[in-house]
């Protein structure tokens, strides 16, 4: 079980938003703003889309955006496009022993 | 551009050994802290281990803590895991990967390398 909970699945159109939420407690996501997403297609290594929270790397679409409230914080992907389908990863940062948590990941389906 | 090159992997029986390696290129190695992470086939990411620029700093998952071992060599721009105790729930992609601050503190994986496959079986 792993120590972030995120939604198995998402889906939605090409052109809509969809929201993938990502649960933690306060000893990590509520406790930090470490907060960080990764995209990974089928047989790729993953990719780093939004980090400490709501800020994009270089080179990541601003479709891409992310947010925190409390100890949830979430991946919003607006004007869904074919190439979004993929896995998706929140990870923070903990005060646990294990320094770094990871969600058990979101399969995004565009329809 | 950032290139991070694992090695290392392979088939080992239960309770055996493997050192897994990482040649990093494109960025300067010393200044930042690096980690890594695995994900078992069909599964999510896991992080495994992280060690501070100047491994000073060192952090492993509980479940790694006693049996995997982290280490780097800023002047080959490597990055190492000795992994013992091998369990066959130890199977899956390791993936090295860098972060984008110098200490452990945070934690960004900016650039992830391509993996390499440890398979633990008789």
């Known amino acids: 079980q792993s120590a972030l909970t995120q939604p198995a699945s998402v889906s939605g159109s090409p052109g809509q938003s969809i929201t993938i939420s990502c649960t933690g407690t306060s000893s990590d996501i509520g406790g930090y703003d470490y907060v960080s997403w990764y995209q990974q297609h089928p047989g790729k290594a993953p990719k780093l889309m939004i980090y400490d929270v709501s800020n994009r790397p270089s080179g990541v679409s601003d479709r891409f955006s992310g947010s925190k409230s409390g100890n949830t914080a979430s991946l919003t992907i607006s004007g869904l496009q074919a190439e979004d389908e993929a896995d998706y990863y929140c990870?923070?940062?903990?005060?646990?022993?294990?320094?770094?948590?990871f969600g058990g990941g979101t399969k995004l389906t565009v329809l | 551009e950032v290139q991070l090159v694992e090695s290392g992997g392979g088939l080992v029986q239960p309770g055996r050994s493997l050192r897994l390696s990482c040649a990093a290129s494109?960025?300067?190695?010393?200044?930042?802290?690096m980690h890594w992470v695995r994900q078992a086939p069909g599964k999510g990411l896991e992080w495994v281990s992280g060690?501070?620029?100047?491994?000073?700093?060192?952090g492993y998952a509980d479940s790694m803590k006693g049996r995997f071992t982290i280490s780097r060599d800023n002047a080959k721009k490597s990055l190492y895991l000795q992994m013992n105790s091998l369990r066959a729930e130890d199977t899956a992609l390791y993936y090295c990967?860098?972060?984008?601050?110098?200490?452990?503190?945070?934690?960004?994986?900016?650039?992830w390398g391509q993996g390499t496959l440890v398979t633990v079986s008789s």
């Open positions: 494109g960025f300067t190695f010393d200044d930042y802290a």
């Open positions: 990870s923070s940062y903990t005060s646990s022993s294990t320094l770094r948590v």
């Open positions: 060690i501070s620029w100047n491994s000073g700093s060192i």
């Open positions: 990967v860098k972060d984008k601050h110098f200490i452990l503190t945070g934690g960004t994986f900016d650039y």
